[in-house]
């Protein structure tokens, strides 16, 4: 396992859209392996192989909480089939966008169909903390970041900042 280093906004590759997978090999396997390891040590909870610039449908996610048992989950060409009517307003982050907490509205229940490493076909429910993961993780996989949920005058000066901080970064 290798930590990989993880695209900072305004990285124009965090825009695109991923291409489905297809049958997973031991490369895509060594890729969810580096995913987990990179996303826990960052620390996050989900990171979505295009923040690494790897354009597949692939995300690694763990919602577990502290001192629970971590129960990393590997999504292979996920899909959303079904999203709540209700919605649910919590507090989002990226990895992708350092040290920038902004209030989402999200659907509160989603459901989610997926392969594994194995290629096993899966279909669940997701809510609460889970179900804005998945939700914020497969917008990273169709080029949408979670500042698009928010104001054009918020998002702009979210990128200005990430802009400032890429310039500060290449100084340094």
Known sequence: MALRPILIL????????AEPVGAADAGLRRLAEDML?????APGIGLAATQLGIMKRLFVMD?????ETPAPTVFVDPELVWASEEEVVSEEGC??????????????????????L??????????????VCVQHELDHLDGRLFIDHLSAIK??????????????K???
Do not use: Q
């Open 118 to 131: 194995d290629g096993a076909s899966h279909e669940a429910e997701f809510r609460d903390r889970p179900a």
């Open 37 to 41: 390891e990179t996303m826990y040590e």
């Open 155 to 168: 998002r702009r000066m979210i990128t200005n900042r990430m802009k400032k901080l890429k310039r500060e």
């Open 10 to 17: 305004p990285d124009p590759r965090l825009r695109k859209a």
């Open 95 to 116: 990895l992708s966008i350092p040290e920038v907490y902004e209030n989402v509205s999200r659907p509160a229940r989603v459901r989610l169909c997926w392969r594994d």
């Open 63 to 67: 919602c577990t909480g502290e001192g």
């Open 170 to 172: 290449e100084r340094a």
